[in-house]
């Protein structure tokens, strides 16, 4: 089992930044995807950005120059530097760790409303 705290979320102004975090703790060996989901108010969830234990990322294109996602192996932790925020960035934040065999984890989510 993996366990997904994330923080860093709150209320932020159009043009202005903020940081997720995503602390993973459990049985990591088996992970290899990592990464940042949101939904927003009366939509599904998509994707925002994913890193895979060899540093290879992924972005949606609504973020693409934007947002930066990290990763730190050897604390179990996962970021996301958001930055140029724009109100239709307001959403929860999901943290998701994959598997190796096909298990996906979430946390629980953070709130990020950019809003003036």
């Known amino acids: 089992q993996v366990q997904l705290v994330e923080s860093g979320g709150g209320l932020v102004q159009p043009g202005g930044s903020l940081r997720l975090s995503c602390a993973a703790s459990g049985i990591m060996f088996n992970i290899n995807a990592m990464g940042w989901y949101r939904q927003a108010p009366g939509k599904q969830r998509e994707l925002v950005a994913t890193?895979?234990?060899?540093?290879?990322?992924r972005y949606a294109d609504s973020v693409k120059g934007r947002f930066t996602i990290s990763r730190d192996n050897a604390k179990s932790a996962v970021y996301l530097q958001m930055n140029s925020l724009k109100p239709e960035d307001t959403a929860i934040y999901y943290c998701?760790?994959?598997?190796?065999?096909?298990?996906?984890?979430w946390g629980k989510g953070t709130l990020v409303t950019v809003s003036s």
């Open positions: 998701n760790a994959g598997s190796r065999i096909g298990t996906n984890y």
């Open positions: 890193i895979t234990s060899g540093g290879t990322t």
